[in-house]
């Protein structure tokens, strides 16, 4: 059984910067791309930002472009999100994720359904 592990989610102030890291433990697997997504109260899940091993690139929404930076260390089935500059609108619970299938296109790893491994979550407010 695969395991994936958030931490790093706090309270913040409005401006802050905060690191969360996600690891994975368990069986072994092969890591095409792992990556982060984020819920708010009454929203639907959303897609944050991505790495992809095999494609080489890093993917942003649009939202956090420029703020947030993605990183990993693929033979530690690990990932890192570094964000600046954090708003209130950034608070929610953000989700790691862990895909095992290599796509030809990275949009596909902007999709949930894409990501077969999932962590508990941990919890952004940032304050204003």
């Known amino acids: 059984q695969v395991q994936l592990v958030e931490s790093g989610g706090r309270l913040v102030q409005t401006g802050d910067s905060l690191r969360l890291s996600c690891a994975a433990s368990g069986r072994t697997f092969t890591t095409a791309a792992m990556g982060w997504f984020r819920q708010a109260p009454g929203r639907e899940r959303e897609f944050v930002s991505a790495i992809a091993w095999t494609l080489n690139s890093t993917y942003y929404a649009d939202s956090v472009k420029g703020r947030f930076t993605i990183s990993g260390d693929n033979g530690k089935k690990a990932v890192y999100l570094q964000m600046n500059s954090l708003s209130p609108e950034d608070t929610a619970v953000y989700y790691c994720?862990?895909?095992?299938?290599?796509?030809?296109?990275?949009?596909?790893?902007?999709?949930?359904?894409?990501?077969?491994?999932w962590g508990q979550g941990t919890q952004v407010t940032v304050s204003s």
């Open positions: 994720a862990a895909s095992n299938l290599s796509y030809r296109f990275g949009s596909y790893y902007q999709t949930p359904v894409k990501y077969g491994y």
